[in-house]
């Protein structure tokens, strides 16, 4: 089982990027998937949730209306676009995936079975 993460880097305050996620060894479209992110000296945070049919979208209170979380089951492919980044967004992020239907709980770290390495972003102010 793999989860890639990739698409991290340094950008200035404002600015957009978008993460993805491939996944492998495993039926994708049959799990939620998520992403995490955890910044120095802090505990992993919930950041999005997607259904497994991409119908049912999750996000913590400070991504919503700027994070888009999405996914493509023919290419076992998660994405996060992230736009009007800030400063406070500095974390490593992280995908995950959970053989469960979506619910409240997806927002836990605990709930998720399979966990990909990470890929850093790093907003300038």
């Known amino acids: 089982v793999q989860l890639q993460a990739s698409g991290g880097g340094l950008v200035q305050a404002g600015g957009s990027l978008r993460l993805s996620c491939v996944a492998s060894?495993?039926?994708?479209?049959?799990?939620?998937i998520g992403w995490f992110r955890q910044a120095p000296g802090k505990e992993r945070e919930f950041v999005a949730a997607?259904?497994?049919?991409?119908?049912?979208?999750y996000y913590t209170d400070s991504v919503k209306g700027r994070f888009t979380i999405s996914r493509d089951n023919a290419k076992s492919t998660l994405y996060l676009q992230m736009n009007s980044l800030k400063p406070e967004d500095t974390a490593v992020y992280y995908c995950?995936?959970?053989?469960?239907?979506?619910?409240?709980?997806?927002?836990?770290?605990?709930?998720?079975?399979?966990w990909g390495q990470g890929t850093q972003v790093t907003v300038s102010s």
């Open positions: 995950a995936a959970d053989r469960a239907i979506i619910s409240s709980s997806s927002r836990k770290a605990g709930e998720y079975d399979y």
């Open positions: 997607i259904s497994r049919t991409g119908g049912t979208t």
């Open positions: 060894g495993f039926n994708f479209e049959q799990y939620i």
